[in-house]
């Protein structure tokens, strides 16, 4: 190597060192510059995220708050005794007392009741549950002048002859809601009424037979009021997580608040803004994060591009097979199930968030599973329980958890539950699943399952207990002749209805 030759190397070299110290700095800081860059621009999504969110719930509340302003308003509105009223000379004193001041005002606090035919000049008027003069009405009856408008449109719509008169039609029912539904000639929107914020719903008075004879189609409206009172808003703003739910005053609107949505269509006076404290989870996120930023910087400066590379799939390998160990401690292999482990933490989970009456479980076990196994052989056995496994699952939905704990032993957590008829009707769903046919090698093996059920708390405030009455209510169902579902009541399970008796398929 000549001398040229040798002074070129060490100058390539020292290029080629001083080249990777430069990139590993520019790597460093690139990574660090893009990291924040990232997680700023996470941080501002994730606090619009968060407000559109929130905005979504809030208004989802105040429309929810309407419907059921609505209902109540229904039960007076679409009622024979109200009809009767109408159809007399004038409104008795026990009724403006019991139903317009009692009822509506003292119970529902409804600051204004008004009954005007075809909402033109009322009849009967009650403001804070003193009746008044109908004419001291005339001012919120034109200041809703669109909503009777649409009512009365609404009504007449409504409207279809029938014999000896007209019938208003409602709604096909609708198996999957739990209340049926109301003829939609109602009108409601939020309005500013003396002062204050308030749902204003305007439907005609109708009979419960929605049916009106010949003579008597002409409408009378009624009119309700409801204020949205302070506590209604705090009560609010505690249910949907987020603080300061108010109504924003006209002085506020020269700063619009951080977070803030319209509530009402706003034909006349709106629509009118609510405001409050978002829970913006911007510094949250950069508090528990900076840190680790620093730390994978200084990583990366003294680690290069490769070996943090190398690193990364190090770290995912190992989180694979960990999130493949955790799932398979928790979960039986054959069936896919959460095994006893994580049933019982499943149930704990439940039990500490779930209100009294709302969590229930389900013990269930598989009648003639030993002949199964006895006769055709474990491999069949084990078709039999992935199938059941899988009807249960499919049974209980994302209503709950089905676990098996052991052989043919299930068990089902149910949270949420409305009565005792929807879980009674979950085990008898099971009952029935379980005996239905399974092929395997062109042969039906038949099977058949018993359920007990409990509740919590009153059948038991710790899982040991909770899971004993549910045992205790499973031994008595296979005691009374199996097939059939009981629930535990009073340390001995109730008597089984006939409905609960399943037939064999």
Same mark, same amino acid.
């Given at each position: ?73 229904? %039960?007076? +509105?679409?009622?024979? =005794?109200? #009809? *009767?009223?109408? @159809?007399?000379? !004038?409104? /008795? ?22 009954? %005007?035919? +075809?909402?033109?000049? =009322?009849? #009967? *008027?009650?403001? @804070?549950?003193? !009746?008044? /003069? ?22 007449? %719509? ?10 208003? @039609? ?336």
């Amino acid at each position: 190597m000549t001398a040229m030759t040798a002074r070129l190397f060490a100058k390539t070299s020292n290029w080629m060192v001083h080249g990777i110290h430069t990139a590993c700095a520019l790597l460093v800081v690139v990574f660090a510059a893009s990291v924040f860059l990232v997680l700023d621009a996470s941080v501002e999504q994730a606090n619009k995220f968060g407000q559109a969110t929130e905005r979504k719930l809030v208004q989802q509340e105040f429309q929810h708050l309407i419907d059921e302003i609505v209902k109540y308003q229904a %039960a007076v +509105s679409i009622w024979d =005794a109200t #009809v *009767a009223q109408i @159809r007399s000379s !004038e409104f /008795s004193h026990y009724f403006v007392e019991r139903q317009l001041r009692t009822r509506l005002w003292s119970e529902f606090g409804f600051s204004w009741t008004v009954f %005007a035919p +075809s909402g033109k000049q =009322a009849v #009967v *008027a009650v403001n @804070r549950g003193e !009746e008044v /003069s109908p004419d001291k009405a005339d001012a919120l009856l034109f200041w809703i002048d669109d909503l009777v408008y649409e009512a009365t449109q609404k009504y007449w %719509a409504a409207l279809k002859k029938s014999d000896g008169g007209f019938v208003v @039609r409602r709604p096909a029912p609708d198996p999957d809601k739990l209340s049926p539904e109301l003829p939609f000639i109602h009108a409601a929107d939020m309005r500013m009424v003396d002062g204050r914020l308030s749902i204003v719903v305007v439907q005609a008075v109708l009979p419960r037979s929605l049916f009106i004879p010949a003579g008597f189609e002409q409408p009378t409206l009624m009119v309700s009021v409801k204020p949205i009172s302070d506590k209604m808003l705090a009560t609010m703003s505690e249910r949907l997580g987020i603080g300061g739910l108010h109504v924003v005053k006209e002085d506020e609107l020269k700063e619009r608040p951080t977070a803030y949505t319209p509530v009402g269509k706003g034909f006349t006076d709106g629509p009118f803004l609510v405001a409050w404290q978002p829970n913006a989870p911007g510094p949250t996120i950069w508090k528990a994060v900076m840190p680790k930023v620093a730390l994978l910087s200084a990583l990366a400066a003294i680690a290069m591009g490769f070996i943090a590379w190398r690193f990364g799939m190090l770290v995912r390998a190992l989180q694979r097979s960990e999130a493949s160990n955790r799932f398979l401690a928790k979960h039986d292999g054959l069936t896919g199930l959460a095994n006893r482990i994580g049933f019982q933490e499943a149930l704990e989970a439940f039990t500490g968030t779930v209100r009294d009456g709302q969590l229930a479980i389900i013990a269930a076990d598989l009648d003639k599973f030993k002949m199964v196994n006895d006769r055709f052989g474990h491999a069949a056995g084990d078709a039999v329980l992935r199938t059941i496994a899988q009807r249960f699952r499919d049974r209980v939905g994302d209503r709950g958890i089905v676990a098996r704990l052991g052989g043919d032993e299930f068990m089902v957590i149910l949270r949420d539950v409305a009565d005792h008829d929807e879980v009674l009707a979950v085990a008898n769903g099971m009952v029935i699943d379980a005996q239905i046919p399974i092929p395997y090698n062109n042969l039906p093996l038949q099977v058949g399952s018993s359920a007990g059920i409990a509740f919590y708390p009153q059948h038991g405030r710790n899982l040991r207990n909770l899971v004993h009455s549910a045992d205790m209510a499973l031994y008595q169902a296979k005691n009374c002749g199996r097939g059939r579902s009981v629930i535990f009541e009073n340390d001995q399970p109730e008597s089984v209805p006939e409905e609960t008796q399943i037939a064999a398929a």
